[in-house]
């Protein structure tokens, strides 16, 4: 094994057996397990897509895993943020998903972050994490984050859901960026909430699921990430496509 985990170099047994499914694949193997067991990733927003992608990268392995955000569950939420339940209602969403997350893996560290991100802590935060997955549900968030991440050359995965339409982009330093994609304006123009336009149930379930995908691929250097490329679905036909930024 050529990593190491907190001074180890090799799988427990019990990690060998948890994580087998991912072993098993060319791409991962036992070293690129120890590469996920040893990688950080903040996950910015901890509600539809945010809960995904922080319980597939626990299930996977990943080493730690922050997330964050400032809101508390409610009703509404339970349509489509499968990792809540009623007992999670008027709870931050934050803790409520670091709970969950430990009874499903108690064997990586999990840490909650309440509150607002601004331009106060944004940098302090992301600093320190090796990934950064935005998905947040405000176009405001995602040029601040994302903008910060190209700053202090932190990849990242952002992901977008709306309606029945839903988008994943990748970015490592030098490759497109979501700036780039979406002009500040352009983005933040046609923004229309859940809570006003709806979302379809499943569509954060997919979306999430691709975002897990590819930082998962960006820790162990397996595949072809997203880079420089945009993923789209359309749910009311159930179209996909992958269009070059380049």
Request: hydrophobic content about 40%.
């Given at each position: 094994m050529?990593?190491?985990v907190?001074?180890?170099t090799?799988?427990?047994k ?11 694949l060319d ?24 809960s ?6 626990a ?6 895993i ?10 509404s939420?339970?349509?489509?943020q499968l990792s809540f339940t ?13 709970g ?6 108690p ?8 509150g607002?991100?601004?331009r106060?802590n944004?940098?302090v ?6 990934y950064?997955?935005?998905g ?6 995602k040029?601040?984050v ?12 952002l ?5 029945m ?11 497109t ?16 909430p ?12 997919i979306?999430?699921s691709v ?5 998962i ?6 595949g072809q ?11 009311s036909?159930?179209s ?7």
């Amino acid at each position: 094994m050529i990593d190491s985990v907190m001074g180890r170099t090799l799988l427990s047994k019990e990690e060998a057996l948890r994580y087998s499914r991912n072993i098993l694949l060319d791409g991962i193997g036992a070293d690129g397990q120890m590469r996920l067991l040893g990688a950080s990733v903040l996950v910015v927003g901890s509600g539809a897509l945010g809960s995904v992608v922080a319980m597939y990268l626990a299930g996977s392995g990943i080493g730690r895993i922050g997330v964050a955000d400032f809101d508390t569950v409610d009703i509404s939420n339970l349509q489509r943020q499968l990792s809540f339940t009623m007992s999670d209602v008027g709870h931050p969403k934050a803790e409520a998903l670091a709970g969950r997350i430990r009874m499903m893996n108690p064997d990586i560290e999990v840490v909650p972050h309440n509150g607002f991100i601004d331009r106060d802590n944004v940098a302090v935060l992301i600093s320190g994490y090796d990934y950064i997955v935005e998905g947040s549900d405000n176009p405001d968030t995602k040029y601040m984050v994302t903008d910060i991440c190209g700053s202090h050359r932190k990849p990242y995965v952002l992901g977008g859901v709306a309606q029945m339409r839903g988008q994943v982009m990748s970015c490592t330093p030098g490759s497109t960026t979501y700036r780039e994609i979406f002009p500040e304006g352009a983005a933040s123009g046609g923004y229309m909430p859940c809570s006003v336009g709806g979302v379809l149930g499943p569509l954060p379930g997919i979306i999430g699921s691709v975002m897990a995908a590819e930082i998962i691929k960006m820790v162990v250097g397996t595949g072809q990430p997203l880079y420089d490329r945009l993923f789209t679905i359309d749910a009311s036909s159930m179209s996909t496509a992958v269009f070059s930024l380049k």
